[in-house]
């Protein structure tokens, strides 16, 4: 198991990393020190960060690093009080409406994939599409196309997409590694593209509440961001490029698409009957049915699509109501990594708001900004800002508020200054290694969510860098 910490690995910890959590330590005792009675944290509010990002460059995991990144940003903002801070930042974010939401989501997904898996429908669906898809360049370019089809809430985009695709692409030796870049590259991206999704919804809220548009209006205008908003544009049509071969396995995803790692997935014994696709298909629609009909709401969606193979199977005889709730719960708790990292990354995000990590890069940059450069800054500050904190939508709340008046003080083009703005968030949550998408397409293709962020980092780069060009040019 990833985050099985056993008496040998403690035995086995190099001095250098006693050395070095020593030193971070005492750098953020010495930081708080020397910031606290200013009121203002500074340069130190990079800190945790930072912490975060090279522990897990380092040790290839994901939730450790994101314990002590908040836990350094305690440190320093008080030394003396710095566990009772962190046990109480835990206790409010799962009191947040927000975790609880997540939690129940991610974890009945869990459930219902689980289902899916013990009726054997999984099997016979990707069974039907193995007649269909014969080759590596049809199976990426079928995952692509289906990520662009469940558009309404990235979540339910990437574990759908992971549970359909997964035994097509490893009969044909792709590695799980490559799934999830795919994966991950039309659940977020392809959310903001269309604009009946959970995201746009949030955003068009935002819009609104600043004053860009009239009470209402909210989503009509979000359409007239659409074309503006490039990275999300980018990141989905360069998956075609990938899938073709005419953009090549870069970095650590030529290692792994050289020697893909494909885990042994076994079937319950006591299916005793002929897989049928109607297993899978009828919960999947239910999912997408529902979660549209009811406000975009994935929650109810999964509820629905649940109940749905509760009765489908029961009335098969595939197993007693007792095996099925079983079988759920279990499915529920393979998901309790995923949900763990992203409660600490909400901690985090905590620590990052009380030192003032946004504020102190947006404040650092404003002086240099003209018109032109507004919309290009404001995607690189923003997205090296979702990158790291793994605050998406946060970023969003916080940055409104800023960029709007700004770009109406300088007279800057506020659709491009938006579509910036928008594209920082989409990268974000594409590229941040505890981002919310990328740990729950991480575990949706059974993979860990730094071995996925690393992979698939050079792709996000190159269209992050792409997009910033873009902004230059119409800008």
Known sequence: MEY????????????????????????????????????????ASLLPSVTVIVLALATRRTLEPL???????????????ALQDFTGAALEVM?????????LLTGLFGGLIALLHLSGGTLAFSEKLQLYIRTRRQALLASWLLGLLIFIDDYLNALTVSAAMKKVTDKLKISREMLAYVVDSTSAPVCLLVPFSTWVIFIAGLIETNGVAE??????????????????????????????????????????????????????????QTPRVINFILPILILIGATWYFNIDALIG???????????????????????????????????????????????????????LTHFLIDT?????????????????????TFSTGSFWGIYAVSFPILVPLAQALDANMPLTLGALISAGAFGSHACFFGDSTVIAAKGCGISPVQHAITQLPYTLIAAGISSMIFIVLA
């Open 365 to 385: 940059v404003t002086p240099y900004v003209t018109a032109d450069w507004l919309p290009v800054i404001a995607f690189i500050v923003l997205s090296v800002l």
């Open 67 to 81: 314990i002590a990144g908040s836990l350094i940003g305690f440190l320093i903002i008080s030394p003396t009080s």
């Open 4 to 43: 099985a910490i056993t008496k040998e690995r403690l035995r086995t910890l190099p001095v250098s990393w006693l050395l070095a959590i020593s030193g971070l330590v005492i750098v953020a005792v010495i930081s708080h020190v020397f910031f606290a009675a200013q009121g203002n944290f500074g340069a």
């Open 302 to 356: 999964v509820g629905c699509a649940l109940a749905t193979c509760f009765a489908l199977y029961t009335l098969q005889g595939i197993a007693t109501f007792s095996r099925l709730f079983d079988e759920m719960m279990h499915g529920l708790q393979t998901m309790l990594v995923p949900i763990g990292i992203v409660f600490t990354a909400f901690i985090l995000q905590i620590v990052n708001d009380k030192l003032g």
């Open 215 to 272: 009470a209402g209006s909210g989503i009509a205008y979000y359409f007239t961001l659409i074309p503006y908003v490039v990275y999300p544009w980018i990141a989905v049509l360069i998956i075609p490029f990938v899938a073709l071969g005419i953009i090549p396995p870069l970095g650590a995803m030529k290692k792994a698409e050289a020697h893909p790692e494909i885990p042994t997935e076994t079937f319950p014994a006591e299916l005793n």
């Open 95 to 103: 009191q947040g409406p927000v975790m609880g939401w997540i939690l």
